[in-house]
């Protein structure tokens, strides 16, 4: 019986499949604009909840909102920003513990939410450091951070503390190699979502590193060429998709294992804008989300036909982030001014 009803299954979704395919990609939808007390700061960062009904946003004043992404909505302020405080770069819900938001700013602070308190549970902060990214690993034991002193910094979610640093190279004493650390600032970092102990990093320094959190102080393994100045790096299976700041060419599909070009994929935007991307993300079914200031917008494009499949254009303003909700069909645009928009691929 048990079996009768697995092949049951696996044709009804083999079915599925021939008939999404018969229908061709999906189209994006542009569902809502959202307004936000906090937009004339602009919104720097994006992060869809585990379960994809609630969406976090940072901000340049050091803000963090909360957006109820069925109805459109404020749900919760978490920190309602302050004049002394900097963006909030990079936002991360906590993979075991989804109700726990970890969020990290320019001013190098380092702050850990509860979605029902606007009092931090925990406060780090590394100083003399501007934080650019940050990433939680599959499982939720640590998190990594990134920024302008280069350096990698491990820590133990459990407690917050510190366990390991992977020390930027030196140039003074001439250690700088391709196994080394980045030669310039970071921008993004993003464990791998299917492998415990991967992360890749990415900056102004036009390489990709990745990295095993075992090792002292190596990088396993190097892609040359992208720029990136912003969260435009993710991974998905052996594919990694990076969004460069550069006026041509710049969203680029890699292989994990060979580090080699897979294709460029086209962008939308005239010769005289460029397309300057400064983020990147995988959605479902072969499609991509990116954006950055070329255009002033993002785009999603399926990465087999090289279709644009919609366009999100903010008013002369650059798109500063873009995030995916688990599932891949909903997606998250924002940049300077707020703009945030959500959409759908469907």
């Excluded at 820590?155 to 001439?174: C, E, K, R, W």
């Excluded at 970071?186 to 320094?205: K, Q, S």
């Excluded at 954006?291 to 254009?313: D, R």
Aim: charged fraction near 20%; hydrophobic fraction near 40%; aromatic fraction near 6%.
């Amino acid at each position: 019986m048990a079996r009768r009803r697995l092949e049951r299954a696996l044709l009804e979704s083999r079915s599925r499949e021939r008939e999404e395919a018969a229908q061709g990609p999906a189209q994006l939808r542009i569902r809502y604009q959202v307004p936000l007390s906090s937009d004339p700061h602009g919104i720097y960062s994006l992060r869809f909840a585990p379960a994809g009904g609630c969406l976090a946003a940072g901000f340049g004043n050091g803000a963090v909102q909360i957006v109820n992404v069925a109805t459109a909505s404020l749900h919760s302020s978490l920190f309602r920003g302050h004049r002394t405080r900097h963006a909030i770069t990079a936002l991360a819900y906590h993979p075991g513990r989804p109700s726990l938001l970890l969020a990290v700013g320019a001013d190098g602070i380092i702050s850990l939410y509860s979605m029902d308190s606007e009092t931090p549970l925990a406060t780090v902060t590394e100083k003399e450091n501007e934080i650019n990214a940050m990433d939680f690993c599959m499982d939720g034991s640590t998190y990594a951070t990134a920024g302008k002193d280069r350096h990698i910094r491990l820590y133990d979610s459990h407690t917050n503390q510190l366990s390991h640093i992977l020390q930027a190279p030196d140039f003074m004493t001439g250690d700088v190699t391709p196994s080394s650390g980045h030669s310039r600032r970071i921008f993004a970092l993003r464990f791998h979502p299917g492998e415990r102990h991967m992360f890749l990093t990415a900056g102004w320094d036009d390489c990709v590193k990745i990295w095993d959190k075992r090792m002292a102080k190596e990088a396993q393994r190097v892609i040359n060429g992208p720029h990136i100045c912003g969260p435009g790096l993710d991974i998905q299976g052996n594919c990694v998709l990076t969004g460069s700041w550069v006026p041509h060419n710049a969203l680029q599909l890699w292989d994990l294992r060979t580090s080699q070009l897979q294709k460029n994929l086209p962008f939308p935007g005239g010769p005289t804008q460029g397309q300057f991307l400064y983020a990147a993300r995988f959605c479902d079914q072969d499609v991509v989300m990116a954006g950055g200031s070329g255009t002033s917008g993002a785009s999603a494009i399926h990465t087999g036909t090289n279709q644009v499949l919609g366009e999100i254009l903010l008013p002369n303003k650059p798109v500063q982030a873009v995030a995916v909700a688990p599932g891949g069909r909903v997606v998250a645009v924002a940049g300077i001014g707020g703009n945030l928009h959500i959409a759908d691929l469907h």
